[in-house]
Nanobody
Framework: QVQLIESGGGLVQAGDSLRLSCAAS????????MGWFRQAPGKEREFVVA????????YYLDSVKGRFTISRDNAKNTVYLQMHSLKPEDTAVYYC??????????????????WGQGTQVTVSS
């Protein structure tokens, strides 16, 4: 069992930066692939980015490449999402998720076993 708690969301202006954090409970954090998803009002939850267990591989949604960076610190049981050049269309609730096993690409919600409660990111124009 893994509990995930996101933090770092807020209200910013277009072009600003934010860093989200996701703290995980448990002693097996390093055994999980970690991902970030987001859900805008009236839309389905979408994949944003994922990072491998060791942190050596990442997988990004095309629209955030070059602006967002995922990283993890297994010693601190924490995964981060650094977001730069934020746009109004990045406005959403951002969710951290953990997957025990990924088959193929890590962008499918069904592959993730545990989810955080979400943190709101609002980007004003």
């Amino acid at each position: 069992q893994v509990q995930l708690i996101e933090s770092g969301g807020g209200l910013v202006q277009a072009g600003d930066s934010l860093r989200l954090s996701c703290a995980a409970s448990g002693r097996t954090f390093s055994s999980y692939v970690m991902g970030w998803f987001r859900q805008a009002p009236g839309k389905e939850r979408e994949f944003v980015v994922a990072i491998s267990r060791s942190g050596d591989r990442t997988y990004y949604l095309d629209s955030v490449k070059g602006r967002f960076t995922i990283s993890r610190d297994n010693a601190k049981n924490t995964v981060y999402l650094q977001m730069h050049s934020l746009k109004p269309e990045d406005t959403a609730v951002y969710y951290c998720a953990a997957a025990q096993e990924i088959r193929g690409t890590p962008n499918r919600r069904a592959q993730y076993d545990y989810w955080g409660q979400g943190t709101q990111v609002t980007v004003s124009s």
